[in-house]
C-alpha cells in the first residue's frame, strides 16, 4: 500500500525487510516487501548485514533463504541466463508471480532467448501486459516478427 515505506531505516540502518527477515515474518510479507523495493536485498545495516545473512543467522525457512539469494541474483549487474531460468523456475513453484514480473521488469530480453512454443506467448504476454512495465512488454515483442505476421 505504501511501496516507500520499505525504503525507510530504522536507527540500526535496518530496513523493513531485515527486520521482517529477523523475525522470520510470513513468505507474504517478505514478498511484497521484495516486490516494492527488491534491491533491498543488498542493503547493509550498520552490523554490516543483509537481509540475506539475518535469514541464514536466525534459521528462516528454506524457501525465504532461497527468494532472497535468487532475487539478489537478479538485481546483480551480470546475471547469466541460467540463473534467470532458475529464478523463474523458483518463483513460479512458489506462486510468486510477482517475483516472474521483477525478473521480467529487470531483464526482459531474456524472454526472447527462450525457445518458447508459439502457443505460450500470448499467456505470457497476457501476464506481462497486467504485471509489467509498458517498456517491458514492448522489449519482450521487439524483434518477434512471428507474432506480428500472417501464418
Not at 521488469?105 to 509498458?134: A, E, Q, W, Y
Request: proline fraction near 5%; charged fraction near 20%; include cysteine.
Amino acid at each position: 500500500r505504501w511501496p516507500s515505506a520499505a525504503k525507510v531505516k530504522d536507527r540500526r540502518g535496518s530496513t523493513p525487510l531485515h527486520l521482517a527477515c529477523a523475525q522470520m515474518a510470513p513468505f507474504e510479507i517478505v514478498a511484497s516487501l521484495l516486490e516494492a523495493w527488491p534491491e533491498a536485498v543488498m542493503e547493509k545495516n550498520y552490523n554490516d548485514q543483509t537481509p540475506a545473512s539475518i535469514a541464514v543467522g536466525y534459521s528462516a525457512p528454506k524457501y525465504t533463504q532461497d527468494l532472497l539469494w535468487h532475487v539478489s541474483q537478479i538485481i546483480a549487474d551480470q546475471v547469466h541466463k541460467i540463473i534467470i531460468e532458475e529464478a523463474v523456475n523458483v518463483f513460479t513453484k512458489m506462486n510468486w508471480w510477482g517475483g516472474v514480473a521483477l525478473v521480467l521488469n529487470m531483464h526482459p530480453t531474456f524472454v526472447l532467448s527462450l525457445d518458447l512454443d508459439i502457443k505460450i506467448l500470448p499467456h505470457l504476454l497476457s501476464f506481462g501486459g497486467r504485471h509489467c512495465k509498458v517498456t517491458t512488454l514492448s522489449n519482450m515483442i521487439a524483434n518477434r516478427y512471428d507474432l506480428i505476421t500472417d501464418f
